[in-house]
């Protein structure tokens, strides 16, 4: 049997030669016919001939696949190149390599060639191009084969090339500045944006809340803006920046690369390379609390968008889970929530945040009443810094938005 379940061997015009060359035989022993005789040996007998002239085209041909690359970011082009070897093609090679429809061509429309000789050397060099346009880690494979004979009488199909696999990283876009401090403790992520040299203190504020100590209160900045602004003084870098990636699937709207998932994940991918290129620490947790994020070195870093490569949709319904890391600021990235599970999310990490809350309403209107604003109200109620994004925004816009919105005037630093 063959790929797909088809049986290998005689063709339907080989099975009836054959059949039509014993009939004949038959005919001319009754009739005592030896010219009928031997036609119809003969063409009995040449079916036979093609099927041993397949089969030793099987045997002898090989088959090498090389992607490269073979880790692309969404969008990016992967060519595919095919290498033959073997002895001489005394018929043709049918070739069909697979290929999933998120990474290229259709699946029912694969890369197909027909190899009728190889060059004098016995090789033979076949190329095709990928384009991917849905993240994730996937096959491409397996090559087969089919050795069929001049006369197309006979056929055998093979495996030629095991599947290979294809990692098609989430897109990342470049990002300017961070969000300030929001002064809920000693080395929050924004520490590392108010420390500008050894014994330098920082002009930054921000708005009062309650808690504040009133002598951080900056207070000509305070007559300037007719409200209470607290100074960001300058602290050591200790923590970092603990970002929620939300991947609840009930959470997200929208198909294929366009839907609120991908759009969040594109969003953690450049905030995590944001601040890796700034030297800053950062862990990367899904919403059930599992760490994504491997060391902050290079080799780390393609980890991380390996990791993110293949993170697929969550079954959870709610944002509950284990305490987020003390001491450190937070992003929660994040897809439609509901009014009532703010609470929950609050509950992991009490002293506020930086939220960027996706309106999924925008990826899908057929989806039902948005309630987007009423989320973004009781994450503000709570001390969160909240940004609203809509599925036309990309994630630099939303990244802005985040950096200019938590402090009244902020420019953010590239």
Same mark, same amino acid.
């Given at each position: ?25 038959? @005919? $001319?022993?009754?009739? %005592? ?45 992967? %060519? ?26 259709? &699946? ?10 190889? !060059? ?28 069929? %004979? ?10 030629? &090339? ?58 000509? !900045? ?16 200790? =923590?970092?920046m603990t970002l929620l990636l939300d991947r609840r699937d009930s959470a997200h709207r929208g198909r294929g690369a366009d839907s609120s998932l991908e759009f969040t994940v594109s969003l953690a ?27 902050? !070195?290079? !080799? ?9 490569? =293949? ?6 319904? *709610? ?15 994040? =897809?439609?929530? &509901?009014?009532?599970?703010? *609470?929950?999310? @609050?509950?992991?990490?009490?002293? =506020?945040?930086?939220?960027?809350? @996706?309106?999924?309403?925008?990826? *899908? ?10 989320? $973004? ?19 630099? %816009? ?17």
């Amino acid at each position: 049997m063959g790929p797909g379940g088809r049986i290998s061997g005689l063709t339907t015009r080989g099975r009836c030669l054959l059949a039509g060359g014993g009939a004949t035989s038959v @005919c $001319a022993v009754i009739l %005592d016919e030896r010219d009928l005789l031997r036609v119809g040996v003969f063409v009995a007998v040449l079916p036979l001939l093609a099927l041993l002239l397949a089969s030793r085209t099987r045997r002898t041909v090989r088959a090498e696949r090389t992607l490269e690359p073979p880790r692309v970011p969404v969008g990016a082009g992967v %060519d595919v190149e095919l290498r033959l070897a073997g002895g001489p093609l005394l018929g043709a090679l049918r070739l069909a390599d697979a290929a999933p429809d998120a990474a290229g061509p259709q &699946a029912d429309a694969p890369p197909r060639f027909t190899v009728h000789r190889l !060059s004098s050397r016995g090789t033979a060099t076949l190329t095709y191009p990928l384009r991917p346009v849905l993240r994730g880690v996937h096959r491409v494979g397996p090559l087969t084969g089919t050795a069929t %004979d001049p006369l197309g009488l006979a056929e055998f199909d093979q495996e030629l &090339a095991e599947p290979q696999r294809l990692v098609v990283l989430p897109r990342v876009v470049p990002l300017r500045g961070v969000p300030p401090a929001m002064g809920v403790g000693e080395g929050t992520a924004g520490a590392a944006l108010n420390h500008q040299g050894q014994g330098a203190t920082d002009v930054l504020i921000r708005p009062y809340r309650q808690g504040d100590e009133l002598r951080r209160v900056h207070w000509r !900045s305070s007559a300037r803006h007719g409200d209470l602004m607290v100074r960001l003084e300058e602290r050591p870098w200790r =923590g970092g920046m603990t970002l929620l990636l939300d991947r609840r699937d009930s959470a997200h709207r929208g198909r294929g690369a366009d839907s609120s998932l991908e759009f969040t994940v594109s969003l953690a991918a450049s905030v995590c390379m944001h601040l890796f290129a700034r030297g800053e620490p950062v862990t990367l947790v899904t919403e059930d609390g599992v760490e994504l994020t491997p060391p902050g !070195s290079a !080799s780390g870093r393609e980890q991380l968008l390996d990791a993110l490569a =293949g993170l697929r949709p969550s079954a959870r319904g *709610d944002l509950g889970g284990p305490e987020l890391t003390a001491g450190n600021e937070v992003l929660a990235l994040l =897809g439609a929530v &509901a009014p009532g599970q703010v *609470d929950a999310l @609050c509950a992991r990490h009490r002293g =506020g945040g930086h939220a960027v809350l @996706c309106d999924t309403a925008t990826w *899908d209107p057929a989806g039902g009443r948005s309630t987007v604003a009423e989320s $973004a109200s009781a994450l503000r109620r709570a001390g969160w810094h909240v940004a609203v994004a809509t599925a036309g925004m990309t994630p630099s %816009d939303a990244w802005d938005q985040l950096v200019a919105g938590a402090v009244p005037g902020f420019v953010g630093r590239p």
